[in-house]
């Protein structure tokens, strides 16, 4: 356990110091901002900015997606970049058994990412709360705020992590980028609507409606809310897993 | 020369063509597949293809991520001449990808004459990897380059909604995808690939001031 808690102590602390984990945060919430800073401009474009459970649902949704993507290429070359510096090498000589050194890499990215997911949608929340144009009560910005991390930002952050950091183990890191472009190109594509999401989306599928439903829509389908949170979670898991069984990924034990 | 874009092939390796025709074909299954809903064309040939030609130009022909690249600036008469070579081979490949992508496609579903699709793909294709490209010559950090190309590729992609200011449908990246029937789409790629040329001309007055230095 001291083990992997030393890998992913030095895989979360040397995400954050790196420059572009910034720039991504950085254009992330430019971007957030100029799409959803309550000005008077945005909330005559916007129909529901004034209520602080729609900027979230929105932040999450459309610009915690962009963010969500910048991670995914610093996550994608964690065990790539170990093979060609040698440091693979170097810790299998070591005692150091594969299933420590994946864990430590796997749970390592969910954190981080995890981590940088929550500052983003706290970062923003915050600057909405303050720069809003009229009375916000903070358990209004609170409560879906807390929501977002645990029903969209979690499942996420762990579907991306795990899936950027396992598949470029097993696969060459260019198709991985041509998967995960494919995947957020569609994402990218759906416009919402009052029908049920497709279950393959990231941060816009139907786990989000727990943070803000539209009041002209109705929705009640509770197995694509589910049929989402799976599909996250699960398939996350299920690739993360995929290592542990990869004969050729380590040294013979 | 052509022993240098032998040299330069060999570089890039085989898992490029492998990958590319791997590409190539699950388009190609889509085309015939996909049905009537998806918009195939626009989407295939102005935002994914593209997209893979700047993957193709970022990951395959990065300079200065290259490990020899202090070498090469130092010894080559040009790093101007050697950059645009890199590029050439691998956004070629990558075009001759698409090309027959659109043909094979074409047979499944005509919707668009052949010289249409080059025209939807071409100038997207070519500012993005240009960008890539201008990255690739700023920073050495490996896949820094498709990384900021992606984030702008996914940024585009997200902001369709605004074609209703007046004036950015002749900038949008991805016009056809976004609008089909929009009457100004060809003008709307001149300048695009206008813009594609002023990154050449960034990344050529960079190359000089790194061959003075």
Redesign the interface.
């Known amino acids: 356990m001291r083990k992997i808690i030393a890998i992913i102590h030095y895989e979360y602390k040397m995400q954050f110091k790196r420059l572009a984990t910034w720039g991504i945060l950085l254009a992330a919430t430019v971007f957030a901002l100029l799409d959803n800073y309550p000005s008077a401009g945005n909330l005559a474009r916007l129909e529901f900015l004034n209520e602080p459970a729609y900027f979230v649902y929105r932040t999450m949704s459309l610009n915690g997606f962009v963010l969500m993507f910048g991670l995914m290429f610093l996550l994608a070359e964690r065990f790539p970049l170990d093979h060609k510096t040698g440091m693979k090498l170097l810790l299998m000589s070591h005692a150091l058994q594969k299933r420590q050194y994946i864990s430590g890499k796997l749970l390592g990215g969910f954190l981080y990412t995890f981590s940088i997911l929550c500052v983003f949608l706290t970062l923003n929340t915050a600057v909405y709360f303050v720069a809003a144009p009229f009375p916000v009560p903070l358990p209004a910005c609170t409560l879906p705020l807390v929501k977002a991390i645990i029903v969209s930002a979690f499942p996420a952050s762990l579907f991306v992590s795990l899936c950027s950091v396992a598949l470029p183990g097993m696969i060459d890191i260019r198709l991985f980028y041509l998967f995960a472009a494919i995947l957020f190109g569609i994402n990218a594509a759906y416009v919402g609507s009052a029908d049920t999401a497709p279950f393959y989306m990231i941060t816009s599928g139907d786990l989000i409606r727990f943070i803000w439903v539209n009041p002209k829509w109705s929705f009640h389908d509770v197995g694509s809310i589910l049929a989402n949170g799976a599909f996250l979670m699960g398939s996350g898991l299920i690739i993360g897993s995929l290592l542990f069984l990869s004969h050729r990924f380590w040294r013979s034990e | 020369m052509i022993r240098r874009v032998k040299s330069e092939i060999k570089i890039i390796g085989m898992?490029?063509f492998i990958?590319s025709a791997?590409?190539t074909s699950a388009l190609i299954v889509l085309s015939a597949i996909a049905g009537e809903l998806l918009h195939f064309y626009p989407?295939s040939f102005e935002?994914?293809f593209p997209?893979?030609a700047t993957?193709a130009v970022g990951?395959?022909g990065k300079t200065r991520a290259d490990i020899n690249f202090d070498i090469i600036a130092a010894q080559s008469s040009s790093l101007f001449h050697w950059v645009l070579l890199r590029y050439v081979i691998t956004f070629g490949i990558s075009t001759v990808f698409a090309v027959i992508c659109m043909v094979f496609s074409s047979a499944f579903r005509y919707e668009l004459p052949l010289w249409e699709l080059l025209i939807i793909y071409f100038p997207p294709a070519f500012l993005l990897s240009s960008l890539c490209a201008l990255f690739g010559i700023y920073y050495n950090?490996?896949?820094?380059a498709?990384?900021a190309c992606?984030?702008i590729?996914?940024?585009v992609?997200?902001t369709r909604s605004l074609l209703r200011i007046s004036g950015v449908e002749y900038i949008y990246l991805f016009i056809r995808y976004a609008d089909e029937q929009n009457p100004v789409w060809l003008w709307n790629k001149c300048t695009v690939t206008t813009v594609g040329m002023l990154l050449w001309g960034i990344i050529y007055l960079r190359c000089k001031r790194t061959d003075a230095h």
Request: hydrophobic fraction near 75%.
């Open positions: 898992n490029f990958i791997a590409f989407v935002v994914l997209f893979f993957i990951e395959w950090g490996e896949h820094i498709i990384l992606g984030i590729w996914l940024i992609l997200l």
